[in-house]
């Protein structure tokens, strides 16, 4: 595709990667006729990475971060989602980096359009294609309109408040022949702070990626540290210690720890449970099964030395399940935190502060980055199983 060139979609479910030599924000905004958000509830990012018939999927570092649209799902109201991309390191620009987007059958995954966009330079973020509706068809368009302030801008244009009003978007490289976008709206007073667009305003209780520099760190649900501290990888040897109670008194719960290792393209290697208890030539060790959840502490510990690691290993995911078959709602107090194995130092903490009705639990997740450090993500996320064998392969989605 060519600047300002459209195509009709020919699935309903598209998914749309952007590739590039550097590691890339991507995110989608939902838009009413009037070119914005109705709030901020519809901007999808890395760490908000659901919302109505849009979804985002991280490549953890290793695959591009992609956007998924099930048009059949885009609620009434919403007549455009606009895909944008952002490099992950701060400040940087696209001078020298061709980002590519890849439109795709999401069922299928057969390309249906592909789009780089020409002469960026001073940009830091994009705006680079746009799904949207036109006479009751979904179609889907290149942009390439580029923005010098960040993806901090593109949000607030786009209606998104941030943590730290950010100045009017520069638009510096515009698509060749798109229509007129529509004429912008007053903007709005500042909403009630909600998550921060990445990378360029602080990140929020909750939102945001973080470090180690100002010492431990409590995450909450899909919020990320990365494990640098003062611009560096602070260690390699860390244990992931896990801890529950029985809600109920007197009523023992066989809660499970595991941890899934897998590969750059999502592949299975390796998982670590109480029936293996070293995988991977030893870089990764379980503590052995906890059969109650009774007694304080950490009730399973897993011992991973990142620095032993096979080249291959690009994402772990580290899961509880409740063998006996109880509920999590049945489960008190689960939290997973991050330890430096050497000094015993608790770095990251993340205390599982709702259930649901399920067996399984998807608690965090660490990801090798292109530069070689490891961040780690808050999950919480819940599934039906009682073993990490039907754990494999929704946590493989969700990295």
């Not at 099930?70 to 109201?77: F, I, K, S």
């Not at 249906?112 to 940009?123: I, R």
């Not at 921060?196 to 990140?203: I, M, N, R, Y």
């Not at 990142?306 to 049945?330: A, D, H, I, M, Y």
């Amino acid at each position: 595709m060519t600047p300002g060139s459209n195509i009709p979609l020919s699935a309903a479910r598209v998914t749309v990667d952007v590739a590039a030599p550097v590691r890339l924000d991507v995110s989608g905004l939902l838009l009413t006729a009037d070119g914005k958000v109705r709030s901020d509830d519809d901007f999808i990012f890395y760490n908000q990475p659901t919302g109505p018939g849009v979804t985002h999927r991280s490549g953890g570092g290793t695959a591009p971060d992609a956007i998924t649209i099930d048009t059949t799902a885009v609620p009434p109201g919403i007549e455009k989602i606009v895909i944008t991309a952002s490099p992950d390191s701060e400040g940087q620009t696209f001078q020298g980096v061709e980002p590519t987007a890849t439109l795709r059958n999401a069922d299928d995954g057969s390309v249906l359009a592909t789009f780089t966009p020409p002469q960026l330079g001073a940009e830091t973020a994009l705006v680079v294609v746009e799904v949207y509706l036109r006479g009751g068809a979904w179609k889907a368009r290149a942009v390439g309109q580029g923005y010098a302030n960040g993806l901090a801008g593109i949000a607030t244009d786009f209606g998104v408040s941030v943590e730290e009003p950010a100045p009017a978007p520069a638009p510096v490289h515009t698509p060749v022949t798109p229509p007129a976008p529509p004429t912008p709206a007053p903007q709005a007073p500042a909403a009630p702070a909600a998550p921060p667009a990445p990378p360029a305003a602080p990140p929020a209780p909750g939102a945001g990626k973080i470090n180690l520099d100002k010492g431990r760190v409590s995450l909450q649900k899909n919020q990320t540290v990365s494990l640098v501290k003062g611009g560096r990888p602070l260690l390699s040897q860390v244990k992931m210690g896990l801890g529950w109670e029985p809600a109920y008194r007197g009523k023992d719960i066989d809660l499970d720890a595991s941890v899934i290792a897998y590969g750059p393209q999502r592949n299975h290697i390796d998982s670590c449970y109480f029936g293996k208890l070293q995988i991977l030539h030893g870089a990764i060790k379980h503590s052995g099964d906890n059969l109650t959840g009774e007694g304080g502490g950490d009730d399973e510990v897993i011992a991973v030395d990142l620095g032993r690691l096979p080249q291959e290993v690009t994402g772990l995911v580290f899961t509880v399940n409740s063998f006996s078959g109880q509920k999590f709602t049945e489960v008190a107090k689960a939290y997973c935190r991050l330890i430096d194995a050497a000094s015993g130092e608790e770095l990251v903490r993340f205390d599982l502060t709702s259930a649901e009705s399920q067996t399984g639990v998807m608690m965090a997740k660490l990801i090798k980055q292109f530069s070689g450090e490891w961040e780690m993500t808050a999950m919480g996320d819940f599934v039906k199983s009682r073993t990490v064998r039907g754990m494999v392969k929704p946590a493989a989605q969700a990295l």
